[in-house]
């Protein structure tokens, strides 16, 4: 019996290469049953013919799953289902069971319920994605990226690739970190001063657990990063939010009792306001005055094409009070999930211990391909052509938002991928975001990263990154019409 050439068909948004998803389309179809063992595939011929792609491509699929023994070939006869092909399971689903647990009070925490907003996931099917830190394909190098991880899973790199760390990480990319990265910022650590991190995210996560009890007091900023402050809620400590200003965190308003002060000096999240250098040492000396810990979230800095970064406030600290959070999410992309945490060794031993007890470590593989992807050179090449690009679409920007009239509350001095803006005040952004994508627009609502009980609702962020210079302005002038109907 022959397998009809209709049942197969190609998904516009696979990830991966087309002979990849012929194999898959055929290897599910056996593993789900639908495909029997002895059935006949359709020609290498007419399955290209199909399928709209080469000969050759469906050639190879069907050779790469004759290797694996899920096809076998007769002769000139063509390709059939293998005698050993994997059987798929025969089984009857169980009857789903009554679930009388009451949640709400079996819950011992919740951590549902925080204020990080929710981005459609088709975010890039949107003619105008003015959405914050999320990767544009066309700027990012596929192919060395690629080519190192596939470099990652030679033989060479085998123990990298499959061994449990346990506590520790891929030295490559430590040593990486403490010889390039960590220097353009001012900071020099040892190797046991440095840990690998799922992301900036994580590495706030793991700072807060380990600095701050129910107890202890964590200084914020107002407004700030949202998923911060859902941390900082889940620890129970108790949160003091600092408003800013157009030049960040004013120490003076640092209360006494702070233990922690938590920061984003180069490029202030969201407002994008950079910390002048006097401010930071006296941020430095506030911190020292009440003997608190500072935990500096650097995100951003590889952004700065109108101006050389200042200085990173751990390069400035003397005492070890600084903890210093980086990320790679940022700048190469968002699913690459790789930051890292730097302190004092006191304070590194107990985040990689709490690390370890949770995760182990970041996986190997992930590790050695970016050690690879840095150390060739291919990181340096992608920042520079980055920082090309968003200085053209900031200046597109910055003509397109003047022509418009619309009113920015904040603006990076050093460059960034957003403008911070501020709406009437009667304009509540968060319903007006939602009107934009009917018309094709994605805007972030600003109410999210405000603390405290009167929270102002007429903020809102507009990126960059993600949407070429082309539709900017059309982008910028259909806000402005619908702003200015309200």
Not at 150 to 177: C, H, M, N, R, W
Not at 275 to 302: G, K, N, S, T, W
Not at 414 to 437: C, L, N, P, R, V
């Amino acid at each position: 019996m022959a397998i009809s050439v209709e049942t197969f068909f190609l998904s516009p948004g696979f990830q991966g290469t087309l002979q990849a998803q012929i194999q898959q389309l055929i290897a599910e179809g056996i593993l789900s049953g639908r495909f029997r063992r002895g059935e006949k595939l359709p020609s290498s011929r007419k399955l290209a013919s199909h399928l709209g792609v080469s000969r050759i491509t469906v050639t190879l699929a069907y050779t790469e799953l004759l290797a694996n023994d899920y096809l076998t070939s007769r002769g000139r006869s063509g390709y059939y289902v293998s005698e050993n092909a994997p059987v798929p399971p025969s089984f009857s689903p169980p009857k789903r069971s009554e679930d009388r647990i009451d949640w709400t009070r079996a819950l011992g925490r919740r951590y549902t319920g925080g204020d990080t907003p929710d981005k459609p996931k088709d975010w890039a099917n949107y003619r105008y994605p003015f959405v914050y830190g999320q990767t544009d394909p066309s700027l990012f190098d596929h192919a060395n990226w690629r080519l190192c991880a596939l470099q990652a899973l030679g033989q060479k790199d085998f123990t990298a690739l499959t061994s449990d760390y346990y506590d520790q990480d891929d030295p490559e990319l430590v040593e990486f970190i403490a010889r390039n990265t960590l220097p353009r910022r001012g900071i020099i650590a040892r190797p046991e001063e440095i840990l690998i991190t799922l992301g900036a995210q994580n590495a706030l996560w793991i700072a807060a657990q380990i600095l701050l009890t129910q107890r202890r007091m964590a200084a914020i900023e107002n407004p700030c990063y949202h998923a911060l402050r859902d941390i900082l809620n889940q620890s129970r400590c108790h949160v003091a939010p600092i408003n800013v200003d157009k030049d960040g965190l004013d120490p003076s308003l640092i209360q006494a009792e702070a233990d922690v002060i938590f920061t984003t000096p180069s490029h202030q999240c969201p407002t994008t306001a950079t910390m002048p250098m006097a401010r930071r040492h006296a941020l430095l000396e506030r911190a020292r005055e009440i003997d608190a810990l500072v935990v500096e979230d650097d995100y951003e800095f590889e952004m700065s094409f109108l101006d050389a970064p200042s200085p990173a406030l751990k390069s400035l600290d003397t005492e070890g009070r600084v903890i210093y959070v980086g990320s790679f999410s940022k700048s190469l992309f968002p699913g690459l999930r790789l930051g890292y945490l730097v302190g004092s060794e006191a304070f590194i031993r107990e985040a990689r211990a709490l690390r370890a007890s949770v995760l182990r470590h970041p996986p190997g593989h992930i590790q050695r391909t970016a050690a690879y992807f840095l150390s060739l050179g291919h990181y340096d090449a992608l920042i520079r052509r980055i920082r090309e690009a968003l200085k053209a679409r900031r200046a597109v920007m910055q003509e397109a938002i003047t022509q418009s009239g619309l009113d920015v509350a904040g603006q990076g001095a050093f460059g960034g991928s957003s403008f911070w803006m501020q709406a009437k005040s009667h304009i509540d952004t968060e319903i007006f975001s939602q009107k934009m994508q009917n018309d094709g627009v994605l805007i972030e609502p600003g109410a999210s990263f405000f603390s405290g009980a009167d929270i102002p609702r007429n903020f809102y962020r507009l990126g960059y990154s993600s949407i070429p210079s082309e539709r900017i302005p059309e982008g910028v002038a259909r806000i402005a019409k619908a702003l200015n109907a309200l």
